[in-house]
């Protein structure tokens, strides 16, 4: 029997020039990794925003702080409704108010944080839509509305009437205002006074069934007079 002989071809590895080796660029610390920065442009608009936060807390606190000066030793506080007006149109109104009577422009919320705990609460049912707000330091009353009535009528303003006011604590509404705007002047209290010292008994009657807070009036007047004459015969 006849052997046969069985070759194998031998086998070769590649070469180096045609093995394809797959490389993994690795950080020399896996745990290490950057956090994305801010640009220059954003860190200064996160600045802005803070500065700006803190500018408009300290306006309206020092807005709050006006009102609750203003209130000290006033008389009356009137709000008058302020959509509609221009610009010239408040500065005129300014100049045309007495010395003792003062117009600000606030928010409802700031002037509400001003009177909070005090009787001039009771201006609070007209704390609606953008009032500006009447401060007068002086008694006479209807003297410190009349100009805006004036203002009201020339310039056309029907729709920025009166919203509210408040008067020794007691609220009066848009449609009470005759009522503020006929009291009897310092002058008239005391003409009327001298009359009653030189009229009858029967006279000093009628002044007595007159409405209490009229004749609350004449007799403060009559007192404070014989107060300042007192004083004066002192000197």
């Known amino acids: 029997m006849e052997a046969s002989l069985i070759t194998f071809t031998s086998f070769t590895p590649p070469s180096s020039s045609s093995t394809q080796i797959l490389t993994l660029n690795r950080p020399t610390n896996p745990l290490s990794f950057s956090l994305p920065r801010h640009s220059t442009n954003q860190t200064r608009h996160y600045r802005g925003l803070k500065v700006s936060a803190a500018i408009s807390r ?29 610009v010239k149109q408040f500065q005129e109104l300014r100049r045309s108010l007495p010395e003792t009577s003062k117009l600000i422009v606030a928010k409802n919320t700031l002037v509400l944080k001003a009177i909070e705990g005090t009787s001039w609460e009771a201006l609070k049912p007209c704390m609606k839509g953008m009032n500006v707000w009447l401060f007068v330091h002086s008694e006479e009353i209807p003297a410190a509305i009349k100009p805006y009535r004036d203002f009201q009528k020339e310039k056309k303003l029907e729709d920025n009437d009166f919203t509210g006011a408040v008067f020794e604590g007691k609220y009066y509404g848009p449609d009470e205002f005759k009522a503020l705007e006929t ?21 000093l009657v009628g002044t007595i069934q007159a409405p209490a807070r009229e004749l609350l009036m004449v007799l403060k007047a009559y007192v404070q007079k014989l107060e300042e004459q007192g004083g004066g015969g002192g000197q």
């Open 183 to 203: 009291m009897p002047s310092r002058a008239e209290v005391y003409a009327k006074m001298l009359g009653l010292l030189q009229a009858p008994a029967s006279s």
């Open 58 to 86: 300290t306006k309206k606190e020092e807005t709050v702080e006006t009102v609750k000066q203003q209130l000290e030793d006033c008389y009356l506080l009137a709000g008058i409704k302020y959509k509609g007006f221009t």
